[in-house]
């Protein structure tokens, strides 16, 4: 391979870079963080009154079926599994709607047109809460893809500055190192060695080049699939909003309706002041653990917003410091946390409720439903720092049975640096206060104790004691 062939190759492959040198991976905006916290209506009402989906069912809209693979290969998370629940659900409201068309105002009927009525806002409230699933579930993947894009940017950004490095030594050695190389050998046999040793030099340069527009197309496709995935939320989110404004007009619609619905917000407030009480008692009596200062929806979202600035800044800063000891050579202790949270509920890949206002209070945790018993896991090394294991209450109930603050058994897991993991509603733990875990240790397994309404696991990301929304930090494919 002689001097010109291997100048052209670096010409082309720089020309080739450069015109891609914009690509950068940059987090989807925190406004898509739209949750359960978004079903409290303009005027202050909370429509979603219904329980929340657990196991469900298949996906939205008939997507195109490669569009779902991709995704999944991409994260190993099966939105799919929502569609079904929203085809059924739009398939009787289209009943529900034909059946009212046929009933007028007159007293003779109106009964079974307020019965149809009451059908219809069941239906979107089912709705609603499918599509909070569908969206959380999104927001999963697409920032476990964007985190996967930052590091494949990270990675093509290394080998672009090793190559760099490479074209800086053949400057400073001359453009002429390989001739005169060769002039100066004293044997044939000396010539042979450089000429091989040349060979070997252009073809590491190919290796890198090659290696490059490898990662470049992986960057690619890798984008269109976030961009397919961010495309999907906003169309979910826009039939979020239209089901919540057709259900603000329904509660209108009739005086019975609005009764009915004054009548739940009566229940639910007097509900959540009871619980909201216990869980303050609960925060205060773990000495600063858990943390909380907003009350209402829109205060409590700020306060998320916050901390989630403040934690993303902080997390940045131990990822650094850690890559930068794994470049020096050196490795993380057994129970050292990575700061990258795994999902802990491995095969159970289905989402029923997000951070955010759900059923009049504030649901401050990602709730993950599977089988009675199904094994939990660490989602990050660390030490346990509290455990209940005092409820007995493993069943589904529409309140709170007042045990552990409503996480009923828990366990509680210290990662240094002020993160912190709780999981709740345990059937049972398997770890001791003291015990040093590593990620994906085993610490419990699945149940309903506390205020559950069947059996899931309820996670939590806390930083200085505040939640997180762990939809943005836990990672589907580890």
Known sequence: ?????????????????????????????????????????????????????ADGGQQS????????????????FDITQYAEQLRELSKKQTEINEQLDKYDEDIEKNEKKQKLLKEKIDSINDEIDVLNSYMTALELQINTNQRNIDKKQA???????????????????GSDSYTTMLLESDSFYDILMRLELIKRVAHHDDTIIDNLI??????????????????????QYTQYTQQKDMLSQLYRSSTKTQQELKAKQKKLREQNEAYEAEREQFESSLSGILKSSGSGGTARDNEVSATMALADVKLEELHKEINDRLDKGEKLGDTEPDYYFAWPVPGAYSVSSGVGARWGSYHTGLDIPAAHGT???????????KINTTCTHDYGKEESCGCGGGYGNYVIIDHGNEFITLYGHLTEVDVEIGDEVKKGDVIGK???????????????????GYILNPAFYLDVTQ
């Open 446 to 464: 699945m149940g309903s104790t506390g205020f559950s309404t069947g059996d899931h696991l309820h996670i939590e990301i806390r930083y200085q």
């Open 61 to 76: 809209d008939e997507q195109t079926e490669n569009d779902d693979n991709s995704q999944e290969e991409s994260t190993g």
């Open 214 to 235: 490898k990662l470049k197309t992986e960057y690619e496709d890798m984008q269109k699939t976030l961009d397919k995935q961010k495309a999907e939320y906003d169309a």
């Open 1 to 53: 391979m002689n001097r010109l062939y291997s100048l052209k190759r670096i010409l082309t492959f720089i020309i080739a870079f450069a015109v891609t040198a914009g690509i950068a991976g940059s987090s989807y905006n925190s406004s898509l963080k739209i949750t359960s916290a978004d079903t409290e209506s303009s005027q202050g009402e909370d429509y979603s009154y219904t329980e929340s989906v």
């Open 155 to 173: 990675e093509i950004n290394k080998g672009i500055e090793d190559f760099k490095q490479r074209l800086r030594a053949m400057y400073i050695a």
């Open 375 to 385: 094994p939990i896991h660490a989602s990050c090394s660390g030490k346990v720092i």
